[in-house]
Every structure is written in C-alpha cells, then in structure tokens.
C-alpha cells in the first residue's frame, strides 16, 4: 500500500502548474518586469519577478556594456525595471537584461 501512496502522491504533484512553464507561456521576450533584486554575485543580479520566478540579470550585458564595478550600482530589495531576454525550460533558467 506504501508504493501506492508514493505513486499518488507523485502524480498529484504533477498536475499542479509548473510556474516557470505559466509564465513561458505568457511571457514574450521583450516583455517588460519590475523585479526586486533578491541577490548580487560575480557574475549578475538575481531579480525576483514574484510568482516563484528569479531571473538572473548578467553583468556583461547590462546597458550594453561591461561594468567594472556593477555589483555597486545594485542594492537587494532594490526594485528594478528589467527586460526578459530568454527563457531557457529545460535548464529552468530566466535571463533578464537591465
């Protein structure tokens, strides 16, 4: 009985929505944001769009130039107006530009 409740248990957890296919789905490259920077790294911004998505902001492609010191022009809880550049499903990745 234990294998069954596993197997049930699993296929319910399928069928709820998958947040990053919903937003794929209304979500067009191009699209427009305001986000909330969740985190600076060395290599981007992590802004978080709500609903469960977090888009990374890379450094290299901010206002179309390379930044020497970026990490500075950002500050977390921050609201930012970013851009989606690509949304990657099988890696489950949202890359944003600035």
Known sequence: ADTHNAEA???????EPDPLQAFA???????EFRGTVEKVVPIGVFVDLGGGIVG????????GRPAASPAEDFEVGEQITVVVAEIELPTRRVFLSG
């Open 56 to 63: 990374l902001v890379p450094f290299r492609e901010i206002d």
């Open 25 to 31: 789905d209304r979500t067009v490259v191009g699209q």
């Open 9 to 15: 248990r699993l296929s319910l957890k399928s069928l």
